[in-house]
């Protein structure tokens, strides 16, 4: 279970990196498109200075092609350009609205923007005038400058999203599994249930000895409680006012004759009294679930295993401590809550994946590691919401 539990993790991992590698690969295949693009109007605001300046020297040349000169000129739709003589006065303007130049400082203002983005172009005519063409870029490059981070954008959250989507339905699946297999286990425990009734009506019927009968029958109304509890699993419905304290209370009671005389046992909850809306049948099992991890963290040495209650405004807090091995690692904290997780030997990872599942979503409560140092113990923390 546990290397099912590393090879989910490794696919996440993995489908985490191919999204990184695609997102970077299409981002440089982008970036590379947008460099491109700048070069080409880099040429096309050379081009277009040439062309002026072919254009000035028309009365001292008589074999310019003023046709190919003029659409040379004209072929620059998008870039907006700024020419300028040497004192500053405009001399023309493309691909500019008016309103952004109608005064000398808007003019100045826009001059001073395309600077920052290149460095003018110098034109020198024949008769020893200098102009300077000031560009920048058009709004399709403008527009192409931010595609990457929209790209980026829009990858994360398709991932995240898709991540969502498959987390969300892996839970539901999980859900119905869980419930379907704990319904049809309280089914299938029905039939032998109903059969050791009859057999214990028949010992007694016959005169049996009758500490038997009795062991027997606290045995089969042990099983019917049980088979109960998987029934129930997934009733949201079946929710009752319960003091959760004194119900733990009695779990630990019944523990108690059960567990090692190595192991004492203490009710360290001041008979506090808290009431919350549980099934009273799966609430019995959530403390039951920590106190037989808490006694298996001691096994066969000598320890205490105590439950303390509180209560803070509309929270009820139930603690389960107990003086056993402990966690040897924070990382394990959340881990332990795992579906699977287990560090027993021929466990399952069952119990505290129900406990996580009925505090945490039927009773919209908490359960974390409060506390837990090696070799020194653990303190598991129950959170529910006061009635």
């Not at 000035?56 to 739709?77: G, L, M, R």
């Not at 100045?108 to 102009?131: C, E, H, L, N």
């Not at 019995?284 to 295993?305: C, P």
Request: with cysteine; net charge positive.
């Amino acid at each position: 279970m546990d290397n099912i539990i590393k090879r989910l993790f490794y696919n996440k991992f993995f489908v985490i990196i191919l999204a990184a590698v695609i997102a970077s690969y299409s981002i440089i295949i982008s970036q590379q498109f947008i460099d491109k693009v700048a070069e080409e109007e880099h040429i096309k605001v050379e081009l277009w200075a040439d062309a002026m300046k072919v254009l000035a020297q028309a009365e001292f040349a008589s074999d310019i092609d003023f046709e190919f000169i003029h659409k040379v000129v004209a072929s620059n739709t998008s870039v907006p350009c700024i020419l300028v003589n040497e004192e500053g006065a405009l001399l023309s303007v493309k691909n500019i609205k008016p309103s952004q130049i109608d005064t000398e400082d808007k003019l100045q203002a826009q001059i001073g923007r395309m600077k920052k983005s290149y460095a003018p172009i110098q034109i020198d005519f024949p008769d020893g005038d200098v102009a300077l063409m000031y560009y920048d870029n058009s709004d399709v490059q403008n527009i192409l400058k931010n595609f990457p981070y929209v790209q980026l954008l829009s990858i994360t959250l398709l991932m995240a999203l898709l991540y969502l989507v498959i987390t969300t339905a892996k839970k539901s699946e999980q859900n119905m599994l869980w419930v379907g297999m704990t319904k049809e286990t309280a089914h299938q425990l029905g039939t032998p249930i109903t059969s050791m009734l009859g057999w214990l009506t028949l010992l007694k019927e016959q005169g049996g000895n009758s500490e038997i009968a009795q062991e027997l029958e606290n045995d089969i109304i042990r099983l019917q409680k049980i088979s109960t509890k998987f029934s129930q699993i997934g009733a949201k419905e079946n929710l009752q006012n319960v003091d959760i304290v004194q119900s733990a209370r009695n779990c630990m009671e019944y523990m108690r004759q059960r567990a090692s005389k190595n192991v004492i046992m203490v009710d360290d909850t001041c008979r506090l009294s808290a009431c919350a809306r549980v099934n009273p049948m799966l609430w019995e099992w959530v403390v039951e679930n920590l106190l037989k991890n808490a006694l298996d963290a001691i096994g066969a040495n000598h320890g205490t295993v105590k439950i303390l209650a509180q209560k803070s405004g509309k929270k009820v807090m139930l603690d389960v401590q107990d003086s056993g091995r402990g966690i040897p690692s924070k990382k394990l904290h959340k881990k332990i809550f795992t579906p699977g997780y287990t560090t027993k030997i021929g466990g399952w990872g069952v119990g505290l994946s129900f406990c996580k599942r009925v505090v945490g979503e039927l009773y919209h409560g908490k359960i974390a590691v409060l506390h837990s140092e090696a070799n020194k113990g653990t303190t598991i923390r129950v959170i529910m919401k006061a009635s």
